[in-house]
């Protein structure tokens, strides 16, 4: 059954059908930045939660640290970050490939 804005009709439709039909709608919509910048602001959220978290759980930590010195700005960046720099670049890659696959699937 199809409704319109003042009737009902009733078609036997195929799946290819009910396909073409939505990559046609699909089609006609404008194409805009809204879903782009959401999925940045929402991955940059999520990417930085992790280290927003340790940087609340250890104050004390860093309260009692001298930031005018290099080496103590870099144990408060691994405080911060973690002792490993490649959970960093996971979570760009993973950033980048949430946004990747939502255009795709947008696209499609």
């Known amino acids: 059954m199809i409704w319109e804005p003042n009737a009902v009709h009733k078609v036997d439709l195929t799946v290819l059908d009910i396909g073409w039909t939505i990559m046609q709608k699909v089609d006609n919509l404008p194409e805009t930045c809204d879903y782009l910048v959401l999925g940045i602001v929402f991955s940059l959220l999520i990417m930085f939660t992790p280290t927003f978290y340790r940087i609340y759980h250890s104050k004390d930590q860093l309260e009692s640290l001298d930031y005018h010195q290099l080496a103590e700005i870099c144990m408060a960046a691994k405080l911060a970050f973690g002792h490993n720099w490649r959970s960093v670049a996971f979570r760009l890659l993973s950033c980048f490939l949430w ?3 939502g255009r ?3 696209t499609r």
């Open 104 to 106: 795709t699937e947008r």
């Open 99 to 101: 946004h990747t696959a």
